[in-house]
């Protein structure tokens, strides 16, 4: 399957319509005059973009220093998307129809054309760009103190890399030469950052650590590498900006009562919370809640901790996260369950979410005075239809970028037929294990692999267990496999047991499993149809996790 055969399949295209490109052809290959006028000229401030390696477009940059209080006063600076498109236009259509961009490893589907996405409305170095600014001052405790929302122009002085930034906080000496006149400010950065994800720690914020897969491919889209994506801490320096920005901009929009679109994560069903929790008994856990079923942020966070290291840690993340509601676009402002916080949209990638560009125009409406009862009507019935667009094309794109990433990681698996991994139970179901090994490939050990006993789902403690010998298999087990098959284009892969890798021995009384317990009528038939329909379930259920994107 080419890379087009996969966007096509899933309606998804890397070409713009010859109207929208005419339209952003038109568009000024630098900021104008004009453009800058009524703007505030950041252009002699200390600001920087930092991003992957291979990032292209860049639509946030920062900018941090120490006020004579003692407090930081950090400038989040965002492309101004709002300014070349405009209401209406065949850019903003298109940019609505789409509501992402895309990522597929080495490819990109971007949300807006190549003049603006990569040109005119990246921040790139060296260059005037034109920005939406939210300046914050905070206090040691990570307290935003003050605000300020402006329009600005800047010229980042370096486009910076993860990596890059990382060896200046290890004390690379030359990177940190090359870069000197800037240490100083990176290791401010770090600081705040640090103070601002301890401050969301203690009020509940949920830190999921999910891996994430990276796969290499070679200029022929094959895969010549999968492993784990490293998160460093220069990661999490932008990861928190970000957040405490959109949270501001957020808060600040409510209070003027002003129509925006939130990202929102409501609370979870009480159901699925008591489902999870009875299953966390299995491992001797407790989850808190309330008279009414209902649980804290605060209280999932407290099981992470508990099982940070084990096992068994990844995969109880997992169902914790499936038992989780989805968070999704809405106008009206639900609160954030997995922030814990009471106010948050998103506001920093105007280029790649169409959301942020309709709270930019808010912002921006705002910050001209032009909001009138007419225009607050419109907008109340556009963030409307616009949130939930936005939500079912995120829905979209995610699923995109699974499959791809399973297909590119069961491609990569096709020529290691016959040999031997080691694994951890990463799902249980009625049909068998999902495994998952040290690169994060997952596979299917199918239950008729498990040839020594006729095994059940216990569901409420996700174990299949022997009806016979009372054998079990839960999440975490370790597990050695042999690869089998490999079907790249369902993305599926396929292992059988070697033996487990933990001295297992029977788990019940008298080898008897469940006493009285008949097995599941009709279950052998079910199995192979099951396998099918679990692997698409599968690939719904794993969830790439970015903060900066929940």
Same mark, same amino acid.
């Given at each position: 399957?080419?890379?087009?055969?996969?966007?096509?399949?899933?309606?998804?295209?890397?070409?713009?319509?010859?109207?929208?490109?005419?339209?952003?052809?038109?568009?000024?290959?630098?900021?104008?005059?004009?453009?800058?006028?009524?703007?505030?000229?950041?252009?002699?401030?200390?600001?920087?973009?930092?991003?992957?390696?291979?990032?292209?477009?860049?639509?946030?940059?920062?900018?941090?220093?120490?006020?004579?209080?003692?407090?930081?006063?950090?400038?989040?600076?965002?492309?101004?998307?709002?300014?070349?498109?405009?209401?209406?236009?065949?850019?903003?259509?298109?940019?609505?129809?789409?509501?992402?961009?895309?990522?597929?490893?080495?490819?990109?589907?971007?949300?807006?054309?190549?003049?603006?996405?990569?040109?005119?409305?990246?921040?790139?170095?060296?260059?005037?760009?034109?920005?939406?600014?939210?300046?914050?001052?905070?206090?040691?405790?990570?307290?935003?103190?003050?605000?300020?929302?402006?329009?600005?122009?800047?010229?980042?002085?370096?486009?910076?890399?993860?990596?890059?930034?990382?060896?200046?906080?290890?004390?690379?000496?030359?990177?940190?030469?090359?870069?000197?006149?800037?240490?100083?400010?990176?290791?401010?950065?770090?600081?705040?950052?640090?103070?601002?994800?301890?401050?969301?720690?203690?009020?509940?914020?949920?830190?999921?650590?999910?891996?994430?897969?990276?796969?290499?491919?070679?200029?022929?889209?094959?895969?010549?590498?999968?492993?784990?994506?490293?998160?460093?801490?220069?990661?999490?320096?932008?990861?928190?900006?970000?957040?405490?920005?959109?949270?501001?901009?957020?808060?600040?929009?409510?209070?003027?009562?002003?129509?925006?679109?939130?990202?929102?994560?409501?609370?979870?069903?009480?159901?699925?919370?008591?489902?999870?929790?009875?299953?966390?008994?299995?491992?001797?856990?407790?989850?808190?809640?309330?008279?009414?079923?209902?649980?804290?942020?605060?209280?999932?966070?407290?099981?992470?901790?508990?099982?940070?290291?084990?096992?068994?840690?990844?995969?109880?993340?997992?169902?914790?996260?499936?038992? /989780?509601?989805?968070?999704?676009?809405?106008?009206?402002?639900?609160?954030?369950?997995?922030?814990?916080?009471?106010?948050?949209?998103?506001?920093?990638?105007?280029?790649?979410?169409?959301?942020?560009?309709?709270?930019?125009?808010?912002?921006?409406?705002?910050?001209?005075?032009?909001?009138?009862?007419?225009?607050?009507?419109?907008?109340?019935?556009?963030?409307?239809?616009?949130?939930?667009?936005?939500?079912?094309?995120?829905?979209?794109?995610?699923?995109?970028?699974?499959?791809?990433?399973?297909?590119?990681?069961?491609?990569?698996?096709?020529?290691?037929?016959?040999?031997?991994?080691?694994?951890?139970?990463?799902?249980?179901?009625?049909?068998?294990?999902?495994?998952?090994?040290?690169?994060?490939?997952?596979? /299917?050990?199918?239950?008729?692999? /498990?040839?020594?006993?006729?095994?059940?789902?216990?569901?409420?403690?996700?174990?299949?267990?022997?009806?016979?010998?009372?054998?079990?298999?839960?999440?975490?087990?370790?597990?050695?496999?042999? /690869?089998?098959?490999?079907?790249?284009?369902?993305?599926?892969?396929?292992?059988?047991?070697?033996?487990?890798?933990?001295?297992?021995?029977?788990?019940?009384?008298?080898?008897?499993?469940?006493?009285?317990?008949?097995?599941?009528?009709?279950?052998?038939?079910?199995?192979?149809?099951?396998?099918?329909?679990?692997?698409?379930?599968?690939?719904?259920?794993?969830?790439?996790?970015?903060?900066?994107?929940?």
């Amino acid at each position: 399957m080419t890379f087009e055969e996969f966007i096509g399949g899933k309606g998804l295209s890397d070409k713009f319509p010859p109207k929208v490109l005419e339209e952003a052809q038109k568009e000024p290959g630098e900021v104008t005059n004009a453009a800058e006028n009524g703007r505030r000229d950041l252009r002699a401030e200390r600001i920087v973009t930092i991003d992957g390696d291979d990032a292209k477009d860049f639509d946030d940059a920062v900018s941090l220093e120490m006020l004579e209080n003692g407090n930081y006063y950090l400038g989040v600076h965002i492309a101004d998307v709002s300014n070349y498109v405009r209401e209406g236009s065949e850019i903003d259509k298109e940019a609505y129809a789409r509501g992402t961009s895309v990522y597929l490893i080495n490819h990109v589907l971007p949300m807006l054309p190549f003049e603006l996405s990569n040109e005119i409305c990246s921040l790139n170095p060296n260059v005037d760009r034109l920005t939406l600014t939210c300046f914050m001052e905070i206090n040691g405790s990570g307290a935003v103190v003050n605000y300020d929302i402006c329009e600005s122009v800047i010229k980042s002085n370096e486009r910076m890399t993860y990596n890059n930034v990382q060896k200046i906080l290890d004390g690379d000496p030359i990177v940190y030469k090359r870069y000197e006149h800037l240490v100083d400010m990176f290791n401010l950065m770090d600081k705040l950052a640090r103070i601002l994800e301890k401050k969301r720690v203690r009020r509940g914020s949920i830190m999921f650590e999910f891996p994430e897969p990276a796969i290499v491919l070679d200029e022929n889209d094959k895969p010549i590498s999968v492993g784990k994506y490293e998160i460093k801490q220069s990661n999490k320096i932008i990861e928190e900006f970000m957040l405490i920005a959109n949270e501001t901009i957020a808060r600040h929009m409510e209070h003027l009562d002003l129509p925006l679109i939130y990202r929102v994560h409501e609370n979870p069903d009480t159901e699925k919370i008591a489902k999870f929790s009875e299953m966390l008994k299995v491992h001797g856990l407790k989850l808190r809640t309330d008279e009414k079923g209902q649980v804290e942020p605060k209280d999932m966070q407290a099981i992470l901790d508990q099982i940070k290291g084990k096992d068994y840690e990844q995969a109880i993340e997992t169902i914790m996260l499936r038992s /989780l509601m989805k968070a999704k676009y809405s106008p009206n402002n639900l609160g954030h369950f997995g922030l814990a916080a009471k106010y948050y949209c998103h506001f920093t990638s105007p280029i790649r979410r169409y959301p942020d560009l309709v709270v930019h125009r808010v912002v921006k409406d705002w910050l001209h005075k032009r909001i009138d009862d007419n225009r607050k009507k419109y907008l109340e019935s556009f963030t409307a239809v616009a949130a939930e667009q936005a939500s079912e094309r995120e829905i979209l794109a995610m699923q995109a970028e699974r499959d791809w990433d399973d297909y590119k990681m069961a491609e990569f698996m096709e020529d290691k037929i016959g040999e031997e991994f080691d694994s951890f139970v990463a799902s249980v179901t009625n049909f068998g294990l999902f495994v998952q090994l040290d690169n994060l490939v997952e596979g /299917l050990v199918h239950v008729r692999e /498990l040839a020594d006993d006729y095994y059940v789902l216990d569901e409420v403690n996700y174990v299949l267990r022997g009806k016979r010998t009372g054998m079990e298999y839960s999440i975490g087990d370790k597990m050695r496999v042999k /690869l089998v098959r490999v079907n790249k284009e369902l993305g599926q892969v396929d292992f059988v047991p070697v033996q487990m890798a933990d001295d297992r021995g029977q788990k019940s009384e008298g080898g008897g499993g469940e006493k009285g317990k008949k097995p599941q009528e009709g279950i052998k038939e079910k199995k192979k149809t099951e396998a099918k329909d679990g692997w698409k379930k599968k690939r719904r259920n794993k969830k790439k996790i970015n903060p900066n994107d929940i």
